[in-house]
């Protein structure tokens, strides 16, 4: 059995949170020995203390912490850990640096984003790629960018993430609709990204504004979470006097129940590596729109036909694409059946986990 610790800055609730729970949930008390080690106490240590995982909490305050990457050194000791896998760079780089006090434990890396570093980073990645000994992209444009960035290719492999078709497959009952006093002949447009700065929601909002000029069909569009840009969006809806089409229902834990709800998926972020939120969203069935950013590509392409692409920031091209697949059920009923079998055979949370569970074995036999 393999002793992982999974280091994390922030053990939050977002969608990296839930791949390193996932494979706590498969691997845990079978292949693995899981352990977590965290900066900012959230969500993830109480959902990882459930399944009967021990946390530690490291002070971690920027990617070249020593004392952090000395006290890390000295958990693992203790724990006799295997394999640090760490999920984004400030953890890697301390990880990487903890090497130089105990060469014995192996680091392995997630990469979920696609971010161009500075010259300072760059150099750094050169210099501690020998240190790492697996690197894993979620998405093919993450491979491509860590490169730029500096980072030896030859020891990043691409593993899509993956969700599980049994819980995420229906049929469910959703009670959305009737919460939500939303009528049965409504269609129902769902985006449950963050309000971050970087999930789209005032271009998604614009094109609420361009869609209502386009059609008289009855819509709703119900924008599912919180986070720092909440109320300015609420603003921008009630300036554009979309009072009556757009429902904000702020942060919720039933996502199944409003996904089964809706009528069709949008995500609309300006940055993306491989959205579990798009997966979760293709294994109940339902159409999806994306923008055309980051690893959106890789899900939704001509081989898996699966949604539609959109350019980002173009309200009006969101839009059109909302009222064709509004307008034609025959598309519907393609794009749900397609979105079922990419999850089956592309995106399966199994083929995922056990992918990065080879990773682990060939991380430990690197020198």
Not at 143 to 172: H, L, R
Not at 257 to 280: K, M, P, R
Request: glycine share 6%; aromatic share 8%.
């Amino acid at each position: 059995m393999i002793k992982v610790l999974y280091l994390i800055n922030h053990a939050g609730k977002a969608g990296t949170e839930r791949y390193v729970q996932s494979l706590v949930e498969k691997l845990n008390g079978k292949e693995v020995k899981a352990y977590l080690a965290y900066n900012e106490e959230g969500l993830l240590v109480e959902k990882l203390s459930e399944l009967g995982v021990t946390s530690h909490r490291i002070a971690m305050k920027n990617p070249f912490d020593i004392r952090a990457a000395y006290n890390l050194s000295k958990l693992c000791k203790k724990l006799k850990i295997d394999l640090i896998h760490t999920q984004y760079l400030r953890e890697n780089y301390i990880a990487m640096w903890s090497r130089l006090f105990n060469p014995k434990t192996k680091v392995m890396y997630t990469n979920h984003f696609i971010l161009e570093n500075n010259a300072v980073l760059r150099f750094f990645n050169r210099v501690l790629t020998p240190l790492e000994a697996n690197i894993a992209a979620v998405c093919n444009k993450g491979k491509e960018m860590m490169i730029s960035n500096g980072v030896n290719g030859k020891k990043i492999k691409v593993i899509f993430n993956g969700v599980d078709p049994k819980a995420w497959g229906g049929p469910v009952e959703s009670t959305m609709r009737q919460e939500l006093n939303i009528d049965s002949d409504t269609f129902v447009m769902l985006c449950a990204s963050r309000f971050a700065y970087d999930k789209g929601h005032e271009f998604l909002i614009n094109s609420i504004a361009e869609l209502k000029k386009m059609t008289d069909k009855k819509f709703v569009m119900v924008l599912a979470n919180d986070g720092p840009f909440f109320e300015e969006r609420k603003k921008q809806a009630l300036n554009l006097g979309l009072e009556k089409d757009i429902i904000f229902t702020g942060f919720r834990k039933d996502i199944k129940n409003l996904i089964y709800g809706s009528d069709l998926y949008i995500n609309s972020s300006a940055h993306e590596a491989l959205s579990f939120a798009i997966l979760e969203v293709l294994a109940c069935g339902l159409p999806i729109i994306a923008t055309d950013m980051g690893g959106n590509g890789d899900i939704i392409n001509n081989e898996t036909s699966c949604g539609i692409l959109v350019k980002y920031d173009d309200a009006r091209g969101l839009a059109q694409a909302v009222t064709r697949v509004m307008n034609d059920e025959k598309l519907q009923k393609t794009l749900r059946e397609n979105a079922l079998k990419a999850i089956r055979e592309k995106f399966n949370l199994d083929k995922m986990v056990m992918e990065t569970y080879n990773l682990y074995r060939e991380s430990l036999k690197s020198e």
